[in-house]
T-cell receptor, first 115, second 113 residues
Framework: DTTVKQNPRYKLARVGKPVNLICSQTMNHDTMYWYQKKPNQAPKLLLF???????READTFEKFQSSRPNNSFCSLYIGSAGLEYSAMYLCASSRRLGGSAETLYFGSGTRLTVL | QQKVQQSPESLTVSEGAMASLNCTFS??????FRWYRQHSGKGLEVLVS????GEKEEGSFTAHLNRASLHVFLHIREPQPSDSALYLC?????????????FGKGTKLSVKS
């Protein structure tokens, strides 16, 4: 089973309010990732967990938080949503770090709309 | 910094006609190449991975890599309307701490019956 599950599928949030997105995988993968995708743009890596170690991209460091309470779950947290956060958020996992010939398996995504 | 560009931005083909998508990358040390597909409102589905020059076939999808020219192609044999989707090229360098796949913006493929 190569399933990565994301909840919810659609999320509506108000400007200034927090948002929490959930991802789970049952493949015992070491690494879990969060990507942001906007229309007509390439998916953008926000952060990833390798085991318990969180790595956040330099340009999104202040905007996104994450937690990984166990190997199977990973959350993406936005403390105060802005209009620019409206996007599809994609969770992925891989057995090791993705650069080492490991395939990333993606979930179906959560479409976040901030009003 | 790796740059990945895809062309064309959109492509319409008739059912059964070969579809060819192009991806160029900038980092000559790249050695991991993957093609993903995203149907509207869905997540990314990996189609084919290729790690050395030449061709790799997975079902109706064939990836063709030419690292000297910094190109990786995806050919779709006898596409069906259900193959209409956004096709994304992803490139990375194996080893070290570089975990990042760099994606292109994608090619939107429409297959007309």
């Amino acid at each position: 089973d190569t399933t990565v599950k994301q909840n919810p599928r659609y999320k509506l949030a108000r400007v200034g309010k927090p948002v929490n997105l959930i991802c789970s995988q049952t493949m015992n993968h070491d690494t879990m990732y969060w990507y942001q995708k906007k229309p007509n743009q390439a998916p953008k890596l926000l952060l990833f967990y390798y085991d318990k170690i969180l790595n956040r991209e330099a340009d999104t460091f202040e905007k996104f938080q994450s937690s990984r309470p166990n190997n199977s779950f990973c959350s993406l947290y936005i403390g105060s949503a802005g209009l620019e956060y409206s996007a599809m958020y994609l969770c992925a996992s891989s057995r090791r770090l993705g650069g080492s010939a490991e395939t990333l398996y993606f979930g179906s995504g959560t479409r976040l709309t901030v009003l | 910094q790796q740059k990945v560009q895809q062309s064309p931005e959109s492509l319409t083909v008739s059912e059964g006609a070969m579809a060819s998508l192009n991806c160029t990358f900038s980092d000559r040390s790249s050695d991991n190449f993957r093609w993903y597909r995203q149907h509207s409102g869905k997540g990314l589905e990996v189609l084919v991975s290729i790690f050395s020059d030449g061709e790799k076939e997975e079902g109706s999808f064939t990836a063709h890599l030419n690292r000297a020219s910094l190109h990786v192609f995806l050919h779709i044999r006898e596409p069906q309307p259900s193959d209409s989707a956004l096709y994304l090229c992803a490139v990375s360098v194996s080893g070290g701490s570089n975990a990042k796949l760099t994606f292109g913006k994608g090619t939107k493929l429409s297959v007309k019956s």
